[in-house]
């Protein structure tokens, strides 16, 4: 089972360059979710989707984009890689919200990002 | 942004000890979760808890949600050393967002 799958599980960047983070899930979730990871500061949410074809922002969206072509797939954009943008990114994936409760999100392994 | 804080941010302790972890808000939550997180890897669910009052057990682990479902507490009874790790709560609402807590890494020693 491979659940949620992200790719690269490393990178570096120079201030500037863009890049995709792939994120894919062959759970058939509806929700989807990216995160960074900052020392002390726990997981933030930068972008989320309830579904394909729906997307909106999270906590810290700035500099980033996302879009949800399909169920499996929901890409991080970095548009201009800045050194602020150094962390760790997690993306996960939820069979539902249902109501105001979230069923248990399955994350991946985590891509670290350096920006130089 | 709902805000969740963790507490301690560090806990240190011998085998056997038991332990609590603090999660609190002055926000409403509707449903409350705990994930632990080992490094180098994603976080992984422990427990969900959605009513005031509530306590969930898990073997050695105890989950409690507060009346007014603003805190949440984790008791660790007779740590081992393979609890180690990161344990983050996690508040969801009405607006489709989890909100993570800082965290509180746990080291226990053999």
């Known amino acids: 089972n491979a659940g949620v799958t992200q790719t690269p599980k490393f990178q570096v960047l120079k201030t500037g360059q863009s890049m995709t983070l792939q994120c894919a899930q062959d759970m058939n979730h509806e929700y989807m979710s990216w995160y960074r990871q900052d020392p002390g500061m726990g997981l933030r949410l930068i972008h989320y989707?309830?579904?394909?074809?729906?997307?909106d922002q999270g906590e810290v969206p700035n500099g980033y984009n996302v879009s949800r072509s399909t169920t499996e797939d929901f890409p991080l954009r970095l548009l201009s890689a800045a050194p602020s943008q150094t962390s760790v990114y997690f993306c996960?994936?939820?069979?539902?919200?249902?109501?105001?409760?979230?069923?248990?999100?399955?994350f991946g392994q985590g891509t670290r990002l350096t920006v130089v | 942004t709902q805000l969740l804080e963790q507490s301690p941010q560090f806990l240190s302790i011998q085998e056997g000890e038991n332990l609590t972890v603090y999660c609190n808000s002055s926000s409403v939550f509707s449903s409350l979760q705990w994930y632990r997180q080992e490094p180098g890897e994603g976080p992984v669910l422990l427990v969900t808890?959605?009513?005031?009052?509530e306590v969930k057990k898990l073997k050695r682990l105890t989950f409690q949600f507060g009346d007014a479902r603003k805190d949440s507490s984790l008791h660790i009874t007779a740590a081992q050393p393979g609890d180690t790790g990161l344990y983050l709560c996690?508040?969801?609402?009405?607006?489709?967002?989890?909100?993570f807590g800082a965290g509180t890494t746990v080291t226990v020693r053999a």
């Open positions: 808890v959605v009513t005031g009052g």
């Open positions: 996690a508040g969801g609402s009405n607006d489709y967002k989890l909100s």
């Open positions: 996960a994936s939820s069979r539902s919200w249902t109501g105001a409760q979230l069923t248990e999100a399955f």
């Open positions: 989707s309830v579904g394909a074809g729906i997307t």
